[in-house]
């Protein structure tokens, strides 16, 4: 073969290399584009939403239903209002729960969620009313820390 014909080849093989690493990079950055029309929105207020970010996975039974797509200080309440964007296809109660939980011991943080007993659903741009924040590893460690302190100082 030519010498141009290979360096032909070999030009789109990097550029097909590229275009993968590129693919994948956003694959794992939750980056890729995805339709608005075929999710709804609920809100969620948390007192603590830990490392919660944008794009974070929201589940229900390990299964990905949605994604985080806002996280704002609410000035009446004070407290984070997380805006969840929800595919149309998973239909929530309107007493599900919503918990910030972390994947292994120091992963990524996702919302977890668990539905209720109730018969009627949460419509589109309702508020979740049962919540749990993020549990935050600093704040634990201080608790425990502080609960020893009492301890040796009551002796």
Not at 55 to 69: F, H, I, Q, T, Y
Not at 76 to 89: E, F, G, H, P, S
Request: positive net charge; aromatic residues 8%; hydrophobic residues 45%.
């Amino acid at each position: 073969m030519k010498r141009s014909t290979i360096d032909l080849w070999v030009g789109i093989f990097v550029a097909l290399g590229i275009a993968a690493v590129v693919f994948l990079s956003l694959k794992v950055a939750n980056l890729t584009p995805q339709s608005a029309s075929q999710t709804y929105v609920v809100y969620a207020d948390f007192d603590n939403v830990g490392g919660l970010k944008v794009k974070a996975p929201v589940k229900e039974a390990g299964v990905l239903v949605g994604r985080v797509s806002d996280i704002r200080l609410d000035p009446k309440t004070y407290r984070a209002r997380v805006a969840l964007n929800i595919d149309k296809t998973y239909q929530l109660s309107d007493d599900v729960s919503a918990s910030i939980l972390t994947s292994g011991l120091l992963g990524e943080q996702y919302i977890g969620l668990q539905q209720g007993g109730s018969e009627t659903n949460l419509a589109p741009g309702g508020t979740i009313t049962i919540t749990s924040s993020a549990l935050v590893l600093e704040q634990l460690i201080g608790k425990f820390m502080t609960g020893f302190a009492g301890k040796d100082a009551s002796k």
